[in-house]
């Protein structure tokens, strides 16, 4: 007999993709967690999920209970919240994984301000740029730079993230500016790719694209640091524009090819949830700050 435990096990190992993950966070055996399920799939007469090697996939009825199950399980989980949080302030813990250099230089700041006006949530920040597994258990929301969203995330458009070529004004005296993608190929330049792998620069202009393929000679994940290169000289920056948009306003930073669209890892910032996850008060709440933080009211 189909009994609630066993639904809610047959959630938490599709969420979990594989037995063995499922077993880790029931703290279980996989040999248990593999037993409770034929005992499922047994009492229902039908087979939930289709086993390889690496994964679990639901079966179409597996698909079906598993709806209702996580229906269920995310009431008992707002009911518990409703009991818990009765008669105090806003609490609970919102996960969040934010691009490296955005989440410095721009989230940042948003987030300092959520935290005093929520004092009594728990930010559990971690700036990454994995685009494997964004949302884990420890995560509810991520950000991240993308082509397009992942078609099993829900995605929320955050707006445009324009990518500059840029260098200050001692590089520009001593070296002269680009004025073609390809005269890039033989300047220095100062961008987040990858270590080892080529930069594959596209560029849009008048309905065509254009991609050049260019070495780097400085990279690093760490926004600030690419920002000092730029001052310092070092070369020519190409960065999304938050990095230097102050001294652009100023005159110490120059940007040149402006009649491209520049696109390294995509064009359009998203925030990521799951589907299928309860979303607390304290999530839902850091959620719409985001939101109206990256889209101001007009």
Not at 197 to 213: M, N, S
Request: glycine share 8%; charged share 20%.
């Amino acid at each position: 007999m189909m009994d609630l435990a066993s639904l809610t096990l047959l959630v938490d190992i599709i969420d979990a993709g594989n037995l063995s993950q499922a077993a880790r966070k029931l703290k279980m055996t996989r040999a248990n967690v593999s037993y409770h399920l034929h005992q499922l799939e047994k009492s229902v007469g039908v087979q939930l999920v289709r086993r390889t090697t690496r994964r679990v996939e639901p079966t179409e009825l597996g698909l079906r209970l598993y709806a209702h199950g996580r229906s269920i399980h995310n009431e008992l989980l707002a009911a518990r919240e409703t009991i818990t949080t009765l008669g105090q302030g806003l609490q609970g813990r919102v996960g969040l994984s934010v691009p490296s250099g955005y989440g410095q230089m721009v989230v940042s700041d948003w987030l300092i301000d959520f935290k005093r006006l929520y004092p009594g949530i728990v930010l559990d920040v971690r700036f990454e740029n994995r685009v494997d597994d964004l949302i884990r258990d420890e995560v509810d929301i991520a950000m991240r730079v993308l082509p397009e969203p992942p078609d099993a995330l829900v995605a929320r458009d955050l707006g445009q993230v324009r990518y500059l070529a840029c260098a200050s004004q001692g590089f520009a005296q001593q070296h002269g500016l680009p004025t073609t993608l390809e005269q890039l190929r033989t300047m220095p330049l100062i961008t987040s790719a990858v270590v080892g792998r080529q930069l594959r620069l596209r560029a849009y202009r008048g309905g065509t694209r254009e991609e050049v393929t260019l070495e780097p000679t400085l990279i690093s994940e760490h926004f600030p640091f690419l920002h000092q290169g730029i001052l310092a000289g070092l070369g020519i920056g190409l960065v999304p524009d938050y990095v230097v948009q102050d001294q652009i306003t100023t005159g110490e930073v120059l940007t040149m090819l402006d009649d491209y669209r520049l696109s390294i890892f995509g064009t359009r910032m998203y925030l990521l949830t799951m589907p299928n996850r309860h979303q607390t008060r304290a999530v839902r709440t850091c959620i719409d700050f985001l939101l109206g933080r990256a889209l101001p009211a007009p």
